[in-house]
């Protein structure tokens, strides 16, 4: 009987978080087909208005890449919003690291997404080849960074540095900003589904979809707790040549 109670005791917390699992999934599920009527209202718009853009316009037509690119992935993320494991949702592909993170900044410029927060991406001209799902690690980094321009949202000068490095094994991306950063009482939870800010504002999606999809592509994001002023994210992917994004 003692045996029967201890396997009770070790089985009730798993029961517990997969229920809490599958109600997150029925969430994202609902969500997901909220989001996709609309996207498909606006990406069918798009398409039509976009026979009329002029063609000799390169702002125009620029502008008109970055929202091809965008509707594109944002398809791809709303079929794995809250998602454990990402295969089959983008197919791995060749692509460039540093590439990502500019192509991230863009669309936030482009969007008007930071505010008043300068981005100093310190890696451009360099070049960080890798077999990845390009959509799901661009989303990383806009999460970073859109964080980090609401956390800085009433600063005069907020500053986002982007430094990018090649170790031996790794690639390195670490982004910090000179906000308010992360109390030291939070700073564990930040990679959890939701967690609770002292406001009582609920959030933490962000950080924990970043989580999974790094750690999926065998990498790791951490957060620099030696950080004496503002956020520092550390963000470690392997090269090439270790493998793409694992199928779980």
């Known amino acids: ?7 009770i005791e070790e089985v ?20 997901s087909h909220e989001i996709n009527n609309p996207l498909f209202a606006i990406s069918n718009s798009y398409q039509l208005i976009k026979k009329y853009l002029p063609t000799d316009n390169e702002r ?11 509707l594109k992935r944002f398809r791809n993320l709303t079929r794995n919003l809250f998602s454990f494991t990402l295969n089959a949702v983008e197919e791995p592909a060749q692509a460039d690291l540093i590439a990502l993170v500019g192509a991230a900044v863009e669309v936030l410029d482009s969007s008007n997404s930071l505010g008043k927060t300068e981005v100093d991406f310190k890696g451009r001209g360099l070049s960080f080849p890798l077999y990845c799902r390009p959509g799901s690690l661009q989303q990383v980094f806009i ?3 859109k964080n980090s321009a609401a956390a800085m949202a009433g600063k005069s000068k907020g500053k986002v540095v982007i430094e990018a490095a090649e170790e031996e094994q790794d690639y390195r991306i670490d982004v910090i900003d000179n906000g308010p950063g992360i109390p030291g009482s939070i700073k564990a939870q930040v990679f959890l589904p939701v967690w609770e800010h002292g406001s009582g504002k609920i959030v933490g999606v962000g950080l924990y ?10 990498g790791t994001i951490t957060l620099d707790g030696s950080s004496k002023q503002g956020a520092h994210f550390i963000i470690k992917i392997p090269k090439a040549d270790q493998g793409g994004p694992k199928n779980g």
């Open 209 to 218: 979809i970043s989580f999974n999809i790094i750690t999926n592509h065998g």
């Open 60 to 70: 125009v037509t620029q502008a008109a890449g970055v929202l091809d690119r965008e």
């Open 1 to 7: 009987m003692e045996e029967d109670n201890v396997k």
């Open 143 to 145: 999460n970073l960074l």
């Open 12 to 31: 009730e917390p798993m029961l517990a978080l997969d229920e809490k699992l599958v109600f997150l999934r029925n969430i994202s599920s609902e969500i």
